[in-house]
């Protein structure tokens, strides 16, 4: 096995712990909706906080980070060796917790592995722009991954805050939920969808397509300003002034400029790629549900539907879920699967999207349930709870199809 071969099955492996990551968050997804129905002991709160910290960071961070190291890295054994390392130390906070939250929630041994993850990642951030392959020096691109790591950054100002926040005012304070509010923006809005856009289009910038210089700044500053502003959607449950709720809008319709443009770029590109049918399908489906969540975001800048969703708490779970189930992973699933690092196949991933998609539709009706008065569905909580077994039972299915020899 040559250097190259070698290099790619090392990043296959990476990419199947990251699954193994998504598959686990998975479970503990089906722990929490049988809450309700069961006899379980487990701290309900301690149990969100070890499934949303193991999605976000266990999934999501350690696939997004493999791309991008597989495609923007330069192939220097000193940086690989030191890749390796920065990997695997990840994975001992990650590790450390999920032994840790399920049992205690935010205390001593929770927040140490935590905060050594945030490390890791600042770790991560360094090493990947001192090793960028020269090649790539003027890649549109490299640009939005070098937004989407600075963004990832950025969103740990949330953790750190909240320390000083619990101190000074208490985790009643408004600004506790803004410090959460803050990071999870900045995860979802910034690093994680930047990285994804980035990434697409590193794969036509590979196949030769050219992103004009004037088309490319106008996409990439309405996409930041939109990213920027639309966190103000995430504090309109203060009541705040209507200037807030502007700048919101304004926000959102940045985005959204931004996306026209993109479609406007990428709209006939794609087929540089040489996708199979299977991926075509998977990138029309990311596209529609980034559809979807630009314009969610578009009504809640509106006061009547901003008050809607602030008071049915069913209707942003749906958002988030629609978010990361949806958009991000689906998405991280083209991308495995066009780079060869992780094969997903067309029957697992139809009981995956069946799974999210029933979950998505209870979920949303329920909001909608609560805002206009209807009768909820008798058996609703059992029907949601089931569909959820259809997440984890697909995951691993695409995990023994990908197994890999020693």
């Known amino acids: ?18 699954m193994l990551y998504f598959a686990i968050a998975a479970i503990l997804g089906v722990l929490l909706r049988f809450y309700p129905l069961s006899s379980f002991t487990f701290d309900y709160r301690f149990m969100v906080h070890a499934h949303s910290h193991i999605a976000l960071l266990g999934w999501v961070y350690v696939a997004l980070t493999t791309i991008l190291h597989y495609c923007f890295v330069k192939n220097d054994t000193t ?8 990997f695997w130390a990840t994975q001992g906070t990650l590790m450390g917790m999920l032994l840790t939250f399920p049992f205690q929630g935010y205390a001593l041994f929770s927040i140490i592995f935590s905060t050594l993850f945030l490390i890791m990642s600042y770790i991560f951030f360094h090493h990947f722009l001192k090793n960028i392959d020269p090649k790539h020096k003027d890649s549109r691109a490299l640009q939005c991954m070098r937004a989407a790591l600075w963004y990832m950054v950025i ?16 985790s009643q304070s408004i600004w506790y939920r803004i410090a ?17 856009i980035g990434l697409v289009l590193f794969t036509l910038e590979q196949k030769g397509m050219v992103f004009p210089k004037k088309r490319f700044s106008r996409f990439f500053w309405s996409m930041n300003i939109g990213i920027v502003l639309t966190f103000f959607l995430s504090t309109l449950w203060t009541d705040p002034s209507p200037t807030v709720h502007v700048l919101a809008g304004i926000g959102t319709l ?3 400029g931004a996306f026209v443009v993109l479609w406007t770029q990428f709209k006939g590109e794609t087929a540089r790629l040489l996708l199979t049918k299977w991926q075509e399908i998977l990138l029309k489906w990311v596209v529609v549900l980034f559809c979807i969540k630009l314009l969610l975001q578009l009504l809640t800048t509106l006061p009547y539907f901003a008050q809607m969703a602030i008071r049915h708490i069913d209707l942003i779970i749906g958002y988030l879920h629609l978010t990361f189930l949806g958009v991000i992973s689906i998405g991280l699933f083209f991308l495995m699967d066009y780079f060869k690092l992780f094969q997903v196949s067309r029957r697992p991933f ?12 209870l979920i949303f009706y329920k909001g909608m349930a609560g805002w206009l008065q209807w009768h909820l569905l008798d058996g609703y909580i059992e029907t949601l709870a089931v569909s959820s077994i259809l997440i984890p039972i697909s995951l691993f299915w695409m995990l023994l199809k990908n197994r890999l020899s020693p």
């Open 1 to 18: 096995m040559n250097n190259i071969q070698a290099s790619k099955r090392k990043y296959q492996r990476h990419a199947l712990v990251a």
């Open 79 to 86: 940086a690989h060796k030191r890749y390796n390392w920065i």
């Open 155 to 170: 969103s740990s100002l949330g953790p750190w805050a909240l320390g000083m926040i619990m101190t000074a005012l208490g």
């Open 180 to 196: 959460i509010y803050f990071y999870l923006h900045f995860q979802y809005n910034g690093w994680m969808v930047l990285a994804l």
């Open 254 to 256: 940045a985005q959204l």
């Open 350 to 361: 139809q009981w995956y999207f069946l799974g999210f998609l029933t979950m998505e539709i």
